[in-house]
């Protein structure tokens, strides 16, 4: 299948510093990602939705100046936890959809995960 | 918008059980339903998925069923191993274009030799 890879894995910061993760699709463009965030031991909640070439897509309560989004090219988009704080320490997991498969449907495949501590 | 529950959240099995993880959604356009496993520190791995309009999937030793008038759909895997042990998550997609997935709140499975 198809591969989507983040980075860091895990990045510790200080708090008030700014992080950026990084989701690319190895093998496949995705013109549209997604970022969710996962809580110990609770489900994926989805953040935004990343657009290649135009503004992502916030989901209600989520601060789009906080975690800016960018999705310049075909394979890549990039969040930035900006001012991180320890409340955003997180797992943050991307994913993209490859549509040249299962009929142009689309599966959608995960990132490893980013596991960000903030100090 | 659309809701999923998952049952149970935690779920013991010894090895070469069965278990069956249950899921229901609330959007009746919802149309696509995939079943996903994570371990430990990983993201999520899609293991197989069921559209609406199919009742039935299997593949090998998993399988999932979908009822579309009760708005419910159910993971089966037989002759658990202890490998099976993981975090599985249902979600759905309210929407034809297969975009957005809102997900079950988990279910942790553990497999015993």
């Known amino acids: 299948g198809a591969v989507v890879s983040q980075h860091p894995s895990r990045v510790i910061c200080k708090s008030g510093t700014s992080v950026k993760i990084e989701c690319r699709s190895l093998?496949?463009?995705?013109?549209?990602m997604f970022w969710y965030r996962q809580f110990p031991k609770q489900s994926l909640m989805l953040m935004a939705t990343s657009n290649e070439g135009s503004k992502a897509t916030y989901e209600q309560g989520v601060e789009k100046d906080k975690f800016l989004i960018n999705h310049a090219s075909l394979t890549l988009s990039t969040l930035t936890v900006t001012s991180a704080h320890p409340e955003d320490s997180s797992f943050y997991i991307c994913?993209?959809?490859?549509?040249?498969?299962?009929?142009?449907?689309?599966?959608?495949?995960f990132g490893e995960g980013s596991r960000l501590t903030v100090l | 918008g659309e809701n999923v529950e998952q049952h149970p959240s935690t779920l013991s099995v010894q090895e070469g059980d069965s278990a069956v993880i249950k899921c229901t959604y609330s959007?009746?356009?919802?149309?696509?339903f995939p079943w996903y496993k994570q371990e430990l520190g990983k993201g999520p791995q899609l293991i197989i998925d069921i559209r609406s309009n199919v009742g039935e999937k299997k593949d090998q030793r998993i399988a999932v069923t979908l009822n579309k008038t009760a708005k419910h759909f159910s993971l089966h895997i037989t002759e658990t191993q202890p490998e099976d042990s993981a975090v599985y998550f249902c979600?759905?997609?309210?929407?034809?274009?297969?975009?957005?997935?809102?997900f079950g709140t988990g279910t942790r499975l553990l497999v015993s030799p």
């Open positions: 959007d009746s356009a919802s149309n696509y």
């Open positions: 093998d496949f463009q995705a013109t549209t």
């Open positions: 979600a759905a997609t309210p929407n034809t274009g297969f975009q957005k997935l809102v």
């Open positions: 994913s993209a959809r490859d549509l040249q498969l299962a009929g142009g449907t689309g599966e959608l495949f």
